[in-house]
């Protein structure tokens, strides 16, 4: 495969993880976006969340779950074509639509760790976009530490009955079908919990109100509440007090996936700082023409095309199955610092109007500041790292 064909990301460096068909489902999902997600997501930001015809369009288009069975819906490839839709979603600024999370966060636990009944019933919806999923982890008080989460599931006969209360879920406004993470075990502390699918039709499900945040404003991001909901035994997934061993096995590639989307979004804000410095002029001449401009611009291509290198070489270990913890909290670690870095410099460039909202610098520094957090924060990433030490 040659570096051009891998090289539709962004012009910061050549790329080799791609051929001829990731260029052509780049091409797809470019124009997927550029349709039906860029002229929406102003709208969808004053919403507080996307419509549910973007999620049918995306799935009717094979954009969801690109990587799951072709007899579970999906397309029957690997990860590296949701990464492509992560990218290009993220080339447009695009921080509404969590098309990643359900592809290749929420999926995989179904696909990897559920009975075949269960995923035969749900994935085929979650691929088509029919249905919209999240994951339940965080809590009120208990964010990266599972031992700190307090809502509960116990066994009923042929049915478990949870109990509790989570926030902070991406999501959570309009999800169709939840993996929600609570105890089985409460004296076990982390090695006591158990995972289980909730479909939102379930008595005792409820939902709070949709949070505002800084950023991100075109996802419904929200409270959740399990007051005596009752789920079939056959939806806990993975066995057991087995959910730990679970998170830890997904959490690897929801971290890649954080590294990509800031990637592709660093690399956007930094061509939208280029375009701009070339127009705006200052003292009768363009702002790109001053040394302190172009100095800036220099250190931050070099930044965001180390990013980029990093990047690939964390997607390449990924499909070899080679990504340890350490590795892509490493990743997780430096692309959420770098975009950070980045968009901040860029506000800097573009002057008061990089403190405008309307302008698109303004929304990616808001919406880049989470990045630290979520996922495991900036704080958790180093423990993780320094573990390995």
């Not at 998170?247 to 660093?266: G, K, N, Y």
């Not at 200052?282 to 291509?301: I, P, Y």
Request: include cysteine; aromatic fraction near 8%.
């Amino acid at each position: 495969m040659s570096a051009a064909a891998g090289n539709e990301a962004g012009d910061f460096l050549p790329r080799t993880l791609f051929g001829e068909e990731h260029r052509l489902f780049r091409a797809q999902a470019r124009r997927f976006c550029e349709r039906e997600i860029a002229p929406h997501h102003a709208q969808w930001e004053k919403d507080h969340g996307v419509s549910r015809e973007a999620w049918r369009r995306a799935g009717a288009a094979g954009l969801l779950c690109c990587w799951m069975p072709e007899r579970y819906g999906g397309g029957g490839t690997n990860f590296l074509f949701d990464a492509i839709f992560a990218e290009e979603l993220g080339r447009i600024g695009a921080t509404g639509p969590a098309f990643p999370l359900h592809s290749l966060i929420v999926a995989p636990y179904i696909e990897h760790h559920a009975a075949e009944e269960l995923k035969a019933r749900v994935l085929p919806k979650m691929a088509s976009g029919e249905w919209i999923s999240a994951v339940a982890m965080t809590e009120p008080g208990a964010g990266s530490d599972l031992a700190g989460i307090r809502s509960t599931a116990r066994r009923d006969g042929a049915h478990y009955v949870i109990d509790g209360q989570k926030t902070f879920i991406t999501n959570g406004g309009s999800a169709d079908v939840i993996v929600v993470v609570a105890k089985t075990a409460p004296e076990a502390g982390a090695k006591g919990v158990s995972l289980f699918v909730v479909e939102a039709d379930t008595p005792g499900f409820s939902r709070g109100r949709v949070l505002e945040k800084i950023g991100r404003h075109a996802q419904d991001t929200a409270e959740l509440f399990f007051d005596g909901v009752r789920v079939p035994a056959g939806n806990l997934i993975g066995g057991e007090n087995r959910g730990f061993a679970c998170l830890m096995q997904e959490l690897a590639q929801e971290r890649l996936l954080i590294s990509i989307h800031c990637q592709a979004r660093a690399e956007a804000a930094l061509r939208g700082t280029i375009d701009y410095v070339k127009q705006r002029k200052a003292f009768g001449k363009s702002l790109v023409e001053f040394q302190n401009t172009r100095f800036k611009l220099a250190g931050l291509k070099a930044e965001v095309q180390a990013g980029r290198a990093f990047c690939d070489r964390l997607m390449e270990l990924h499909l070899n199955r080679a990504l340890d913890a350490p590795t892509a909290s490493a990743g997780k670690l430096w692309h959420s610092e770098m975009i950070g870095r980045v968009v901040d410099e860029c506000v800097q460039l573009h002057g008061g109007y990089g403190y405008m909202a309307e302008y698109p610098i303004a929304r990616a520094w808001a919406d880049a500041r989470v990045e630290r957090i979520y996922g495991g924060s900036s704080e958790i990433m180093k423990e993780i790292i320094a573990r390995s030490l």
